[in-house]
């Protein structure tokens, strides 16, 4: 019997090996979110797709969805779901992401996360990273912030300074420091976490998909156990 099961088990993690690879990294603010989907990005070969930052350039190109979605990320609140899905839902639709994707602060919601749900379930193989941060730790790392304009790679004053001050390492980008980091909207952003995004924990421990990383450690650290927390796959499916 036992030999069965692990048979079966292998042919299903075999079919489950076809599908298209969707990481979802989840966490509260600072917990490490961009700085780690940018290797992975490298190491999977699919995009990183960061909802905040999508809704950064909008801002940027002065589009209505960008004044918009400012007015809330200012106050540290949530942009509407309505404004995110579409958004996001047109991103993944791209061709870049025929083959996956890495998800960075999506889904935020149990509404987001239903409907990611409908169009994903069964169609893709789907992890989702749990970046674990205590909040004496989160306010010392969002405050310190600097990230790219071009590239949005983020940095740290103290604890991951770019080579040459102000310049992104990456792209020589300039780095800037984010209106919405400041220990006020950080711990606004915080409470919306806990009352709105950490229920998305269970949501994904009942569906089997849920591995927690402990982001405290040093970040090469972090990213190592991300990476173990993967499969590596070959994608082969489209699933726009
Ligand atoms: P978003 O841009 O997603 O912000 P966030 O979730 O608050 O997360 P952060 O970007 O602040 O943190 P992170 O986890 O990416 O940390 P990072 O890697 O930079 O969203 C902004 C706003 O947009 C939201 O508040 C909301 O208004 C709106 N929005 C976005 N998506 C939405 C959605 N789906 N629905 C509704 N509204 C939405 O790291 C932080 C710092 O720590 C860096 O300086 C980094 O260098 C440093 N660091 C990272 N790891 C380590 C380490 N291991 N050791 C030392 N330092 C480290
Ligand atoms: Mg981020």
């Known amino acids: 019997m036992v030999g069965v099961l692990s048979a079966h ?21 600072g917990a490490g979110k961009g700085t780690h989907a940018g290797p992975l990005s490298v190491h999977l070969g699919i995009p990183h797709i960061s909802t905040g930052d ?45 083959a996956g994707y ?44 600097i990230a790219c304009k071009d590239c949005g790679r983020p940095y740290h004053k103290t604890f991951d300074p770019p080579k040459v001050a102000a310049i992104c390492d990456v792209c020589g980008g300039l780095l ?9 909207v950080v711990r606004q952003r915080l409470e919306v976490y806990r009352s709105q995004t950490a229920p998305l924990i269970d949501h994904y421990a009942q569906q089997h998909v849920l591995k927690e990383i402990d982001s405290q450690n040093e970040k090469g650290v972090v990213l190592r156990e991300c990476l ?10 489209d699933i726009r």
């Open 54 to 98: 999508l809704f950064r350039e909008h801002f940027r190109q002065q589009t209505l969805l960008g004044k918009q979605a400012k007015e809330y990320i200012d106050r540290g609140n949530l942009v509407p779901d309505e404004l995110v899905l579409n958004m996001l839902f047109d991103r993944v639709s791209q061709e870049d992401c025929k």
């Open 102 to 145: 890495i998800l960075d602060g999506f889904p935020r919601t149990l509404l987001q996360a239903r409907s990611l749900d409908e169009r994903l379930i069964g169609k893709v193989q789907l992890v989702v990273l749990n970046l674990n941060l205590p909040d004496e730790r989160i306010v010392e790392r969002i405050t310190g912030r």
């Open 176 to 184: 800037f420091q984010r209106a919405d980091d400041t220990v006020a």
């Open 228 to 237: 173990e927390a993967l499969p590596s796959l070959p994608a082969t499916q």
């Open 9 to 29: 088990a292998s042919v299903v993690s075999r079919v489950e090996s076809q599908k298209p690879l969707v990481v979802i990294l989840m966490g509260p603010p």
